[in-house]
């Protein structure tokens, strides 16, 4: 009884080891297959772009170097490496496979945030910065570059942007720098928060760490620093706006900058 028992337990184990090694063996040709079928080898590469203008149709995907290649061993990372590296207005990229020989490639370009001009001429000191506000002429900018939310400068082409313009005097500028994320959103923070308190800019500078906007309806100057205390110098602004509402003051200038922050307010006419 109990030899009977192992010899039909030693059949199973047989009969499945049978089925494992055949099971094996189909996988390693379904493999070999699929790497040498000509089925699989892409044929059609389509370019589906969204605000990509430094880069054509044709470009993209000539740099994907995808055509020839087989669909289930192509080297999406490469791929994608490839097309971020060589075009600095590409933001992201998605590839898609459809079987059985076709690859879609969606290609996303950054979004402008503001426009960047850096001025030839860098003022004395702070204190002249803030004293002298004038709109700067083509003779006094020396470039005019574009910069999205993260802070990569990725275009030239400014043409119909309806986006803020900031003036710098100390920064380097140039296609492909990526400047301080914080930095860049510190500025596009203030230049929203002021827009919901009711304050049109009508010009806005950077000096290292100063950053000063000037509004026209009312004429006024607000300064702020560039630093991890925006919030603070923000809510600091709306309070003094709210109080200066209340009591009909006409406000000529404010610095944020320090602790107690500093107001002018204008004379009554």
């Known amino acids: 009884m109990w030899k009977r028992r192992k010899s039909r337990q030693l059949k199973i184990a047989g009969i499945l080891k049978y089925f494992l090694i055949a099971f094996l063996f189909l996988i390693i040709i379904v493999v070999f297959l699929v790497l040498k079928d000509k089925l699989f080898i892409i044929g059609q590469v389509e370019v589906k772009e969204d605000r990509v203008g430094c880069a ?36 992201k990229v998605n590839l898609v496979k459809i079987l059985p020989d076709k690859v879609e490639i969606k290609v996303t370009g950054r ?3 503001a426009i960047l001009s850096s001025l030839k001429t860098k003022p004395a000191s702070t204190s002249s ?25 990725f275009s030239k082409d400014t043409g119909g942007i309806n ?5 710098f005097y100390d920064l380097s500028l140039s296609l492909g720098k990526k400047l301080k994320e914080d930095f860049i959103s510190n500025i596009l923070k203030i230049l929203d928060k002021v827009k919901l308190f009711g304050i049109v800019v009508k010009e806005s500078r950077v000096s290292e760490d100063t950053f000063l906007i000037y509004s026209d309806t009312p004429p006024f100057k607000i300064v702020f620093r560039l630093d991890n205390k925006v919030d603070f110098q923000l809510a600091s602004l709306q309070l003094i706006l709210s109080e200066a509402k209340i009591y009909s003051r006409e406000l000529e ?5 320090f602790d107690k922050p500093v107001v002018k307010i204008a004379p009554k006419k």
């Open 111 to 113: 979004a402008p945030a």
């Open 129 to 153: 910065l803030i004293a002298n506000i004038a709109t700067p002429s083509a003779q006094d900018i020396s470039d005019v570059l574009i910069v999205d939310s993260e802070g990569v400068i």
């Open 253 to 257: 200038f404010i610095d944020l900058r």
């Open 56 to 91: 054509s149709l044709d470009q993209l995907k000539n740099t994907s170097s995808l055509l020839g290649k087989n669909l289930f061993v192509m080297d999406e990372k490469k791929v994608t490496k490839n097309l971020l590296e060589k075009f600095i207005c590409v933001k």
């Open 163 to 167: 986006i803020p313009r900031i003036y």
